[in-house]
């Protein structure tokens, strides 16, 4: 059995131990109460991005007027060279019902014309890029409910189905 001494010391030992748990424990909750303060704040720009994305994502045609597209020299020599595209062409800025009523074919028709358009005397790699391209949503999925998350998803991989299936067949 312990003497009094050991026990004195081991009791005093464990209390010190609760201090600096509890100690621990505040400085947690105030960690954590600063950053859901950060995030509720942080929401009304979130909703105003989501709002102006919407409006642009929502329109496949929209991407004529992409800023890349816009260098197509650069982006023409990135291309011959092998590069890659990361497309993100489901938006992520509209809502379920928005992203349900989507047309993936219009989707990809819109993309194929755009590349035309400005590729028009290329049309080998109109075809390379759109066959080797790499399809995404846009950006901001971890910011919405599993089910727009889903919605998005879903419209992705018909739209990856199609635009296989019309590359395939030769159609880009």
């Known amino acids: 059995m312990a003497s009094g001494k050991e026990l004195r010391r081991r009791i005093t030992s464990v209390k010190n131990t609760q201090q600096i748990t509890k100690a621990m424990k505040m400085v947690s909750a105030a960690k ?4 859901q303060d950060a995030i509720v704040q942080a929401r009304p720009y979130a909703n105003a991005i989501r709002q102006a994305t919407r409006l642009v994502t929502v329109n496949p045609m929209v991407c004529e007027s992409h800023p890349l597209l816009a260098r197509r020299e650069a982006l023409e020599e990135h291309l011959w060279r092998g590069g890659r595209l990361s497309l993100g062409v489901i938006p992520t ?17 819109g993309l194929m014309e755009a590349f035309s358009k400005n590729f028009r005397d290329r049309p080998e790699l109109v075809a390379r890029t759109l066959r080797e391209s790499l399809y995404t949503p846009a950006c901001g999925l971890g910011l919405h409910s599993p089910e727009d998350t889903e919605a998005v998803l879903e419209k992705l991989l018909a739209f990856k189905s199609l635009a296989g299936e019309l590359l395939a067949r030769g159609r880009a």
Do not use: H, K
């Open 93 to 109: 800025g509209a809502t379920s019902n928005e992203i349900r009523g989507l047309d993936p074919r219009e989707v990809f028709m």
């Open 32 to 35: 954590l109460r600063r950053a």
